[in-house]
């Protein structure tokens, strides 16, 4: 059997109007459809992101993936849809908004699109309910962002988030969001090009560092999104970092090289040479195939990156295209 190509991270933005984009405040998200194959993501009254219609269109987005030769595409919520910020009632109503939507958008499609819900992470009881119930109605898995209103992945209560989802097997793709140093980086989109590798690569070693994979099981299921930003190729600044200063292993007993087996991440990091690097410090079975489509920063021809790598053997190259991630989302 030929194993089906699986695209793990890309994001959709369902029909959410203005009305029900207010339940976030003035500022509330909601997309304007232009009628003619694009829209506007919008905030507030504010245009945010032009995008296209596959973003909210599902056979529109079957058909680009027909196109690229991916046979199954998981898809989460543009993070803009997070509603971290929001009063923790207001935010469980918002998730279930956001996560009945998604399930709706792929109804048409079981076999192709898989969704991944989000959950109101700023209050972990409602947080861990939401995901079990997203999951029990079709979701395979939680998309969550690399912070929650400043807290790190290490901050206690969302680490008892991740032990919840060990132990309900719910797999965890965690996504770059509100990235660190944002104030500084108004302009060219240093945003997304250099605060959210920046972001996932604070994300990862803060549970490293905090010791919270000594605590988290083995059988967490955990990814994150754009290779783990900067993470791999700073490894070695890091581990030099962790022999040298006593204040930098205080918490952690083995040097950050030694928990690259405790997590996967994504393939998106558009370069051969990135990709190289992300394989040989993960290995083959802790990568999967990701594009971040249909943004214009992800892959522009989803797949395209891993299928020509030359350095991949044909296992590995399967293993990235799709068998670690019918694993990992247990498709
Ligand atoms: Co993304």
Redesign the pocket.
Known sequence: MVTPVVDI?A?FFPRITRGQGAMLGSAGPWLRDDGDGTGQLMVGSDEYRPVEASLWDPALRVAQMDEHGIDIQIVSAT?LLFGYRADPVVARSWARLVNDLALEMCADYPDRLRPLCQVPLQDVDRACAEASRAVAAGHVGVHVGTQVSGRNLDDPELERFLHYCAKEGIPVLV?PWEPVGADRMSHHMLQWIVGMPAETHLAILSLILSGAFERLPQELRLCF??GGGSFVAQLGRADNAWHRRDLVRADCPDPPSHYTDRFSVDSVVLGDEALRLLVSVMGSERVMLGS?SP?PL?EEHPGKLVRGSAFLDDRQRTAVLGSNAIQFFDL
């Open positions: 991270h994001h993070p996504h999104a754009h971040d943004f992800g």
